[in-house]
T-cell receptor, first 114, second 117 residues
Framework: DTGVSQDPRHKITKRGQNVTFRCDPI?????LYWYRQTLGQGPEFLTY????????KSRLLSDRFSAERPKGSFSTLEIQRTEQGDSAMYLCASSLLGSYNEQFFGPGTRLTVL | AQTVTQSQPEMSVQEAETVTLSCTYD???????LFWYKQPPSRQMILVIR??????QNATENRFSVNFQKAAKSFSLKISDSQLGDAAMYFCAYRRVNTGTASKLTFGTGTRLQVTL
C-alpha cells in the first residue's frame, strides 16, 4: 500500500488552457474525494465518488470542472478554460466505506494559472 | 450548513511545552465526527485525532488530546511535550455521521504551529 498518489504534483498553465489531474486512491478504497485548497485557507470540498458513481458535487464545481472515476479506480479532474482564480492546491482523498470512513489524503496537485 | 472556525492563525510553543489550539463549529446535527488534521510543509495531510460526538469521553492519542465541549460546540487540541516535528498547519474538521451520502469534511482555516527550541 503506497497511499494516495496524485499526478502531476505541479502544473503551470496559461489562462484559457485545459488541464487534467489524476488521483490514484488506496487500492481497496471505494470512496474518493476531491478538495481545493487556496493559500491560507482550509480545503474545500468539490466532489466525491462511491465506486464509479459521483454522489455529491459542491456549488464550487462550476461547469468548467468535470470529474470522472471510470471503473471505480483512479479519478481525473479536468478544468476547462482555466482562469487565474483556479490557482490552488487540488487535493484527493480516499476512504473505505465504514463507520469512521477515515479519509487519507494525497500530496496534492498545485495549479498555477498565469 | 455546517461551519468550522479556527480563530488562531498562528501559535508558537517551545519544545517540550504544552500548547492548545482552539476550534469552534456550528451544526444543527446531534451526531457527527470532529477531527484534527496536521499538514506539514509540502507534505500531505494526516489525521491526528478523531472524536465522535456521542462519546462524552475526550479522545487521546499519545501526546495529543482533545477537549470536546458539545454544548459549547468547542473542540480544542492539546499537544503535550511539543516536538520540532509537530510544526505544521493544523486543521479542525467536521463530518456528519455517515448516513446516506453525507461524507464530506468541512475544514476550518487552520492554525500554523511553530515549535521553537
Amino acid at each position: 500500500d503506497t497511499g494516495v498518489s496524485q499526478d502531476p504534483r505541479h502544473k503551470i498553465t496559461k489562462r484559457g488552457q485545459n488541464v487534467t489531474f489524476r488521483c490514484d486512491p488506496i487500492s481497496e478504497h471505494n470512496r474518493l474525494y476531491w478538495y481545493r485548497q487556496t493559500l491560507g485557507q482550509g480545503p474545500e470540498f468539490l466532489t466525491y465518488f462511491q465506486n464509479e458513481a459521483q454522489l455529491e458535487k459542491s456549488r464550487l464545481l462550476s461547469d468548467r470542472f468535470s470529474a470522472e472515476r471510470p471503473k471505480g479506480s483512479f479519478s481525473t479532474l479536468e478544468i476547462q478554460r482555466t482562469e487565474q482564480g483556479d490557482s490552488a492546491m487540488y487535493l484527493c482523498a480516499s476512504s473505505l466505506l465504514g463507520s469512521y470512513n477515515e479519509q487519507f489524503f494525497g500530496p496534492g496537485t498545485r495549479l498555477t494559472v498565469l | 450548513a455546517q461551519t468550522v472556525t479556527q480563530s488562531q492563525p498562528e501559535m508558537s510553543v517551545q519544545e517540550a511545552e504544552t500548547v492548545t489550539l482552539s476550534c469552534t463549529y456550528d451544526t444543527s446535527e446531534s451526531d457527527y465526527y470532529l477531527f484534527w488534521y496536521k499538514q506539514p510543509p509540502s507534505r500531505q495531510m494526516i489525521l491526528v485525532i478523531r472524536q465522535e460526538a456521542y462519546k462524552q469521553q475526550n479522545a487521546t492519542e499519545n501526546r495529543f488530546s482533545v477537549n470536546f465541549q458539545k454544548a459549547a460546540k468547542s473542540f480544542s487540541l492539546k499537544i503535550s511535550d511539543s516536538q520540532l516535528g509537530d510544526a505544521a498547519m493544523y486543521f479542525c474538521a467536521y463530518r456528519r455521521v455517515n448516513t446516506g451520502t453525507a461524507s464530506k469534511l468541512t475544514f476550518g482555516t487552520g492554525t500554523r504551529l511553530q515549535v521553537t527550541l
